[in-house]
């Protein structure tokens, strides 16, 4: 493609001229032929100082050195001035003190828009004020946050210091009252807390145990195996301990005998039940009868009534149709409480 392009941009490609030779100056160094061989130092050690007569070496100051220095500087400086400024100094003729030191108070952290009115109408209450005086920036002009009050007299400044000594011992009992009235009442949530506990399990015990014995008293309880059955349908003997059934222990006789065992066990509980509920029904039957037996007899005694006493006149109506059933049985019933007696021999 360069064969293509015009002889003026063919000229930027060319070549250039080749370097010319040019011989060298002098001989490389390792050509050079030296006439004059090396030597050492011996011949100039007569030139040479004595180490006698030298100087001590001199120690250069580290940084850490140097910063103490400084720093020991400084305080010295600070002392010395210190030193000045208390034999120069006088109390008594300063020009900037005023009012009397034993009769000012100082009050500090003061409100940036708190103002003199304030501070005088709030401090005036424990005694007369003779000046107050608050401190300003002298660059911005704005308030400090603290004010000095000189009173009339010492017993004000002592006042408003013991009150506020006073405050503040109340506040520190207050809050020693309230943190041990709240550990109080943390100790006695945590008790009612364990109080709930043991009475929520003596609960869960109580219900555990009942549910056990209502499921006892459901399979006939094993208090039931010792009362004798009343219809002979006492528990076979299945022969002495330690003997086994023709077929083992878990064998199909055995287990034909613990479905009989436990079917007695539900009907003679069932049986029991029932003769408690009549035995019950009887008692509360002789009782009203007894109740009617006795109001049948006081109305007979108010009426003054004759006639020849049968022996029923003092028995209810119930009692009654109890001894006409009973005529044609083995006894009758007592007028006086109802109870089946023998009949006489005829």
């Given at each position: 493609m360069?064969?293509?392009?015009?002889p003026n941009?063919?000229?930027?490609?060319?070549?250039?001229d080749?370097?010319?030779y040019?011989?060298?100056?002098?001989k490389?160094?390792h050509?050079k032929?030296h006439n004059q061989?090396?030597?050492?130092?011996?011949?100039y050690?007569?030139e040479?100082e004595?180490?006698r007569?030298a100087?001590?070496p001199?120690?250069a100051?580290t940084?850490e050195?140097?910063?103490e220095?400084?720093?020991?500087e400084?305080i010295?400086?600070r002392?010395?001035?210190?030193?000045t400024?208390l034999k120069m100094?006088?109390?008594h003729?300063?020009?900037?003190?005023?009012?009397?030191?034993f009769?000012t108070?100082?009050?500090?952290?003061?409100?940036y828009?708190?103002t003199e009115?304030?501070?005088?109408r709030?401090?005036?209450?424990?005694?007369p004020?003779?000046r107050?005086?608050?401190v300003?920036s002298?660059?911005?002009?704005?308030?400090r946050?603290?004010?000095?009050i000189?009173?009339?007299?010492?017993?004000?400044?002592?006042?408003?210091?013991?009150?506020?000594?006073?405050?503040s011992?109340?506040?520190?009992r207050?809050?020693?009252?309230r943190?041990?009235?709240?550990?109080r009442?943390?100790r006695?949530?945590?008790?009612?807390k364990?109080?709930?506990?043991?009475?929520r399990?003596s609960?869960?015990?109580?219900?555990?145990?009942?549910?056990?014995?209502?499921?006892?008293e459901l399979r006939?309880g094993?208090?039931?195996m010792?009362e004798p059955s009343?219809a002979?349908?006492?528990p076979?003997?299945?022969?002495?301990?330690g003997?086994l059934?023709?077929?083992?222990p878990?064998g199909?006789?055995?287990?034909?005998?613990d479905?009989?065992?436990?079917?007695?066990?539900?009907h003679?509980s069932?049986?029991e039940?029932r003769?408690d509920?009549?035995r019950?029904r009887?008692?509360?039957?002789?009782?009203?009868?007894?109740?009617r037996g006795?109001?049948r007899?006081?109305?007979?005694a108010r009426?003054?009534?004759g006639?020849?006493?049968n022996?029923?006149?003092?028995?209810?109506n119930?009692?009654?149709?109890m001894?006409m059933e009973?005529e044609?049985?083995?006894g009758?019933?007592?007028?006086?409480?109802?109870?089946?007696?023998?009949a006489?021999?005829?």
């Amino acid at each position: 493609m360069t064969q293509f392009l015009p002889p003026n941009l063919l000229a930027l490609f060319a070549p250039r001229d080749p370097i010319p030779y040019l011989p060298p100056l002098e001989k490389l160094p390792h050509e050079k032929h030296h006439n004059q061989p090396y030597c050492g130092i011996a011949p100039y050690i007569r030139e040479f100082e004595d180490p006698r007569d030298a100087p001590p070496p001199t120690r250069a100051e580290t940084r850490e050195e140097r910063m103490e220095r400084k720093r020991r500087e400084k305080i010295e400086r600070r002392q010395q001035e210190v030193e000045t400024e208390l034999k120069m100094w006088d109390p008594h003729n300063d020009p900037n003190a005023q009012g009397d030191a034993f009769k000012t108070l100082f009050v500090a952290r003061v409100n940036y828009d708190t103002t003199e009115s304030k501070l005088r109408r709030e401090f005036e209450v424990y005694g007369p004020i003779k000046r107050i005086h608050m401190v300003y920036s002298k660059r911005s002009g704005k308030p400090r946050g603290y004010a000095f009050i000189e009173y009339e007299h010492d017993r004000e400044r002592d006042k408003e210091r013991e009150r506020r000594r006073s405050r503040s011992r109340d506040r520190r009992r207050r809050s020693r009252s309230r943190d041990k009235e709240e550990r109080r009442r943390s100790r006695e949530r945590s008790k009612d807390k364990d109080r709930d506990r043991k009475r929520r399990s003596s609960r869960s015990r109580e219900r555990a145990r009942r549910e056990r014995e209502r499921k006892e008293e459901l399979r006939g309880g094993g208090g039931d195996m010792a009362e004798p059955s009343e219809a002979g349908d006492a528990p076979p003997d299945d022969g002495p301990p330690g003997e086994l059934g023709p077929d083992g222990p878990d064998g199909p006789e055995e287990k034909g005998r613990d479905r009989d065992r436990e079917r007695r066990r539900s009907h003679r509980s069932e049986r029991e039940r029932r003769r408690d509920r009549d035995r019950d029904r009887d008692r509360d039957r002789e009782h009203k009868r007894g109740e009617r037996g006795s109001e049948r007899g006081r109305d007979e005694a108010r009426g003054g009534g004759g006639g020849q006493d049968n022996g029923l006149e003092g028995l209810g109506n119930d009692s009654r149709d109890m001894y006409m059933e009973s005529e044609g049985g083995d006894g009758y019933l007592a007028p006086e409480n109802g109870y089946l007696l023998e009949a006489a021999p005829e």
